[in-house]
């Protein structure tokens, strides 16, 4: 069966080939919609399911995967910053605390549905105004959710995780991996 990952992010693509699986993509082009009034790990699951039920719509005969990751800090959803001082903000906010990366994923294909989420608590060391700047100054936490992405430079920012490390990443592989065994999208021999 077919696999199509409904996402444009590279990291998202990278765990894909580590986890050793054939796909495509196919981005979602429609404007994410949320309800009012759904917590974090809701509205996660909803956008995954979004953006891969627009894929499956172009791919019937597939298996597509949708996700989607929030970065929360005292109760506030943190996405990706609009702007180098909007990073600033962000991380200074975060420097010496802790934070909850959420995943949403979605595994559909016709006739078949399974939406979860996945938790993780995140660490941050403190930083100094400079380190926080010089980092800014990379450009890497400006697409990135939370400001920062561990797999980089802002591995050195990072001082525990609790929890899946690919979820921070942004695709939780041991979860994914099991809704594909259990939607019959791939075996365990592989074959």
Same mark, same amino acid.
């Given at each position: 069966m077919e696999l199509i990952l409904a996402s444009q992010s590279p990291r998202r693509?990278? %765990?894909?080939? *580590?986890m050793g699986l054939a796909y495509r993509t196919e981005v979602c082009t429609d404007p994410e919609q949320v309800p009012d009034g759904l917590s974090v790990p809701e509205t996660v699951m909803h956008l995954a399911k979004q953006k891969a039920s627009f894929a499956l719509q172009f791919h019937p005969d597939a298996c597509v995967i949708g996700a989607d990751t929030i970065v929360e800090l005292d109760g506030e959803s943190l996405g990706k910053p609009h702007s180098p001082e909007d990073a600033i903000q962000t991380l200074t906010r975060m420097q010496g605390r802790e934070h &909850? $990366?959420? &995943? /949403? *994923?979605a595994v559909l294909k016709s006739g078949y549905t399974d939406v979860r989420y996945v938790a993780s608590k995140v660490r941050f060391r403190p930083m100094s105004e400079k380190e926080i700047r010089w980092y800014v100054s990379t450009q890497e936490p400006l697409d990135k959710a939370g400001s920062y992405g561990i797999q980089g430079f802002g591995c050195v =920012? $990072?001082?525990? %995780?609790? /929890?899946?490390? =690919?979820? $921070? $990443?942004g695709l939780p592989a041991p979860v994914l991996y099991e809704m594909l065994l259990k939607a019959n999208a791939v075996t365990e021999d592989r074959t």
């Open positions: 693509r990278e %765990i894909m080939h *580590l &909850t $990366v959420y &995943t /949403g *994923l =920012f $990072v001082e525990s %995780i609790e /929890g899946n490390y =690919f979820n $921070v $990443v």
